[in-house]
């Protein structure tokens, strides 16, 4: 069994940053992918970055492109989310996701998830 659990959400103002932290344990992460997601209220869970375990894989979805980046620490089996210039329209719920097969931009090709850390962005 895999367990995610993210921190590092907080309220924050416009332009402003967050780094979000996802601990992985349960299982041997060399081989996984991980991905962030986010969810607004009412909307739909989108895909904002994913990155390979080992750092050679990372994708970001355009509305973040060039604000987030996507990092990984496997002494720590930490993978983390920088987010630069935060907008009002990032406010979400991030939720951090794992997979053996690859990165995804589809929350239905991972397989584990963790609780969700909010993030909220006032203007």
């Known amino acids: 069994q895999v367990q995610l659990v993210e921190s590092g959400g907080g309220l924050v103002q416009a332009g402003g940053s967050l780094r979000l932290s996802c601990a992985a344990s349960?299982?041997?992460?060399?081989?996984?992918?991980m991905g962030w997601f986010r969810q607004a209220p009412g909307q739909e869970r989108e895909f904002v970055a994913a990155i390979s375990w080992s750092g050679g894989s990372i994708k970001y979805a355009d509305s973040v492109k060039g604000r987030f980046t996507v990092s990984e620490d496997n002494a720590k089996n930490t993978v983390y989310l920088q987010m630069n210039s935060l907008k009002p329209e990032d406010t979400a719920v991030y939720y951090c996701?794992?997979?053996?097969?690859?990165?995804?931009?589809?929350?239905?090709?991972?397989?584990?998830w963790g609780q969700g850390t909010q993030v909220t962005v006032t203007s």
């Open positions: 996701a794992a997979n053996t097969l690859g990165i995804f931009t589809s929350t239905a090709r991972y397989d584990y």
């Open positions: 349960g299982r041997t992460f060399s081989r996984y992918y």
